[in-house]
């Protein structure tokens, strides 16, 4: 099962959320055979995971986009590679082709309509992607080049990485999958959820928060389609907004983790909230297990 942990905004508590969650697991798995937890950040913009999980990084690959580049030689200055590009990356001024990669996405719709073959395609880093393992915890994350503005073909690449040979049949995968994505509800945040079985969002209890929470419940739920839960961090704190509205929408709240100065100081120093407080490891424990009931009723299935 893939549970992609995600907030309408950044500093809910996601990642604390996500990494206890993955922490919870690995120590006591809860599936038999190959059911090794496996972690993905994919907040390739700022991937914070593994300063908690402290992972061994044993492989890393460059990953990015195939984009064009012009054989001079070859190149007639007709123009239909710029005529052809969604995106303005490519221009074709006099005697000149130019090209802007940040603007490119890789599409080959300029090489394929080159009618003197004068276009290749090379490789633009974008950033890396890297896997490891912290204790018994599979770990893997990527992360964006300073300066890139492409985060979704990273995220991508890093989940066609670590669910292959299972991206296509991914939901009959056994292995308890938590994948961290991005805050907000732009691009990265889509590529991230695709293909998961569940959307659990933190939030906390106040009117920003059940602002961001509706955005989110609207990308997850409304337009991709999948299950939703909550879980309210900082309970206490604010105000009843994020209860009457998943009352409203028959959204579940599945955990509280009340305003707690020892996780905020853990958290700043490093810690994690199940290692601070190890009587969080049967909730998280039992999170897991309600939300494999929540995806097994929804698709009528079997447990899995
Ligand atoms: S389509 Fe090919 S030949 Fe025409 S301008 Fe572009 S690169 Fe040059
Ligand atoms: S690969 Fe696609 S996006 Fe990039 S320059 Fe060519 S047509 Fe434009």
Same mark, same amino acid.
């Given at each position: ?114 009618? =003197? ?134 959204? =579940? ?52």
């Amino acid at each position: 099962m893939i549970i992609a942990v995600a907030s309408g905004k950044g500093g809910t508590g996601k990642t604390t959320v996500a990494v206890s969650l993955a922490l919870s697991l690995a120590a006591d798995p809860p599936t038999q055979g190959n059911s090794s937890p496996l972690f993905l950040d994919c907040d390739v913009e700022e991937p914070n995971a593994a300063l908690f999980l402290n992972p061994a990084i044993f492989e890393r690959r460059e990953v990015g986009l195939m984009i064009p580049q012009i054989d001079l030689e070859r190149c007639t200055y007709c123009g239909r590679c710029a005529e052809v590009c969604q995106y303005h990356a490519i221009a074709v001024v006099g005697k000149k082709v130019l090209v802007f990669p940040e603007l490119c996405h890789g599409c080959g719709s300029c090489t394929l309509n080159c009618g =003197p073959g004068a276009i290749q395609e090379v490789l633009h880093v974008l950033g890396t992607i890297e896997r490891g393992w912290a204790g018994p915890l599979e770990f893997a994350q990527g992360t964006m080049n300073v300066g890139e503005p492409m985060a979704v073909p990273i995220i991508r690449q890093l989940k066609r990485w670590m669910l292959a040979p299972a991206s296509d049949t991914v939901h009959t995968d056994r292995r308890p999958v938590i994948l961290d994505a991005s805050p907000g509800t732009a691009c990265p945040v889509v590529e991230s959820m695709r293909g998961v079985d569940f959307v659990l969002l933190v939030t906390e209890p106040t009117p920003f928060g059940l602002h961001d929470l509706r955005l989110a419940v609207e990308v997850a739920r409304d337009e991709l389609g999948l299950p939703v839960g909550v879980v309210i961090n900082r309970d206490g704190v604010g105000d009843r907004g994020v209860d009457e509205y998943c009352a409203a929408e028959s959204i =579940p709240i599945l955990m509280r983790i009340p305003l707690d100065r020892r996780v905020a100081e853990a958290y700043s120093d490093g810690g994690t909230l199940v290692g601070t407080l190890p009587e969080y490891r049967e909730r998280f424990h039992s999170l897991y297990g309600t939300i494999g009931e929540l995806v097994v009723d929804r698709k009528g299935g079997r447990a899995r």
